[in-house]
Nanobody, 116 residues
Framework: QVQLVESGGGLVQAGGSLRLSCTAS????????MGWYRQAPGQQRELVAV???????NYADSVKGRFTISRDNAKNTLYLQMNSLKPEDTAVYYC??????????WGQGTQVTVSS
């Protein structure tokens, strides 16, 4: 099992930046995949970015070139650097971790609001 705690959300103007953090309750070195989803009001949760234990990353087309996901295994922390933010990036952002044979674990979410 793992507990995940997100931080770093807030209110920012369009064009600004935020960095989200997701700190795990245990070592993330062996976690096969960690990533970020987001959910805007009235919309389905969508994948934003994922980072595997093998250092590969994948991004939603809507955030490519603007968002960067990274893992700091020494700090048990996953990050999402968000640049050039747009109003359509407004959502609750959720961190997740996929553990083999156990499934996905989720954080509580952090609100990101981008004003125009």
């Amino acid at each position: 099992q793992v507990q995940l705690v997100e931080s770093g959300g807030g209110l920012v103007q369009a064009g600004g930046s935020l960095r989200l953090s997701c700190t795990a309750s245990r070592s993330i070195f062996s976690i096969s995949a960690m990533g970020w989803y987001r959910q805007a009001p009235g919309q389905q949760r969508e994948l934003v970015a994922v980072a595997t234990g093998g250092s590969s990353t994948n991004y939603a087309d809507s955030v490519k070139g603007r968002f960067t996901i990274s893992r700091d295994n020494a700090k048990n922390t996953l990050y999402l650097q968000m640049n050039s933010l747009k109003p359509e990036d407004t959502a609750v952002y959720y961190c997740y971790a996929h553990l083999v044979l156990q499934g996905n674990y989720w954080g509580q979410g952090t609100q990101v609001t981008v004003s125009s």
